[in-house]
């Protein structure tokens, strides 16, 4: 993706030849309508200028103040010297952007940026009098070019108050995003809390086991050191893949292979129609990849009871080292503000999917929503 400061360049660059050809084509031209015999035809010096009007838009974002002196400038000697600019169509774009620029700064520089947009047709009148044009003759063009300019700094006043707002909007989903994210991760600690204390339960158990019936039964007090190792080894994983996680408030969250097919059988008594594809028999799975699958299908449907149309597709493939899921659902044109992929319950299910090293997608296409996810546990 290219950095932003390339694309405005890009953009400046684009916008300075535009402008450039159409002071060009006006200049060959004659102008606008019927050619004045009286005006200077284009020639070098025509040339040099307007490529001096037009070039401080390539560099409008760094210096719009002197880009629009610098184009003003030379767009008043091309008049002057009898060139027939009908519109200075650099100039405009050039106060468009000191408008963009300085209508939010603070009183100093924006009034005197306001006072420098709004003196270019002035200058323009003082140089078609200096050379003996009776301003009078060219009132209504003057008066034109000063509505031309007023408008411009409204325009830019406005674009700015625009990018303001979207800027804000795009703050706020940002840290509901945030927020979502990190609620999700106090609920899965919660969860990874719970896991710890069951696993070092039994673990003190077992070891206590171990230790009354390592002299009358060695062979079962190794099988309560082998449950010992096995929970220890299985604690430490689920610990090393949720260690900086956050999650949910529930604590009757089932890990059991058969989890799956009850949540499915639950959500169809509550009315909605699933066509289910699930391995047969389910694999046992690492308790945490347990928990967020669960959790990732419970919350996909209950979109879907929500916001979809009442039915909804859903696929478990089982492989060595990853759970995939894949929940299918007719979604509405438009769906619930907050509720859609971008919606607190999607952030929960990616973090989830995301703290494991895995992946979710959700997206809508074609009057369905489709939510993907991968769980590697190997």
């Known amino acids: 993706m290219a950095h932003p400061g390339a694309r405005r360049t890009v953009a400046g660059g684009l916008l300075a030849a535009g402008a450039l050809v159409a002071t060009l084509a006006i200049l060959a031209a004659g102008g606008f309508g019927t050619p004045d015999p009286q005006s200077r035809h284009l020639d070098a010096l025509g040339v040099v200028l307007a490529v001096v009007a037009a070039a401080p838009l390539a560099v409008r974002h760094r210096a719009p103040g002197a880009g629009y002196a610098v184009s003003a400038l030379a767009s008043v000697a091309l008049l002057r010297l009898g060139y027939p600019l009908d519109a200075p169509v650099a100039t405009c774009a050039a106060a468009y952007s000191v ?70 909007v795009r703050a706020d989903a940002e840290r509901e995003r945030r927020l979502a994210a990190a609620d999700e991760r106090t609920r899965i600690a919660r969860e990874l809390h719970d896991s710890a204390g ?37 604690t430490i994983a689920d610990i090393d893949r949720l260690v900086r996680a956050l999650r949910d408030d529930r604590q009757d969250v089932p890990a ?47 979109n879907a009871a929500r916001h979809g149309a009442g039915s909804a597709a859903v696929a478990v493939r089982s492989a060595p080292d990853r759970l995939e899921i894949d929940v299918t659902n007719p979604a509405p044109a438009r769906a619930p503000r907050g509720e859609g992929p971008g919606g607190h319950g999607i952030v929960g299910m990616r973090e989830r999917a995301t703290l494991l090293g895995g992946t979710l997608h959700a997206a809508g296409a074609d009057g369905q929503f489709r939510l993907s996810a991968v769980l590697p546990h190997r």
């Open 198 to 234: 069951h696993a070092i339960n039994v673990i003190l158990v077992q070891a206590g086991a171990a230790r009354l019936l390592q002299d009358r039964d060695p062979r079962r007090a190794r099988e309560a050191l082998d449950t010992v190792e096995s929970v220890a080894r299985e």
């Open 99 to 168: 408008a963009l620029a300085y209508s939010g700064a603070r009183p100093g520089p924006r009034w005197l940026a306001l006072a420098g947009v709004n003196a270019f047709v002035p200058a323009v009148a003082l140089a078609y009098a200096s050379i003996g044009v009776r301003v009078w003759d060219i009132s209504t063009e003057l008066l034109a070019w000063a509505a031309t300019f007023a408008g411009l700094w409204v325009a830019g006043d406005r674009s700015r108050l625009r990018d303001l707002r979207l800027a804000q």
């Open 256 to 302: 059991e292979p058969g989890a799956l097919r009850e949540l499915i059988d639950r959500h169809r008594v509550g009315g909605l129609r699933i066509d289910a594809d699930l391995p047969e028999p389910v694999p046992p799975l690492p308790r945490s990849v347990a928990w967020a699958a669960y959790r990732i299908l419970q919350e996909a449907l209950t």
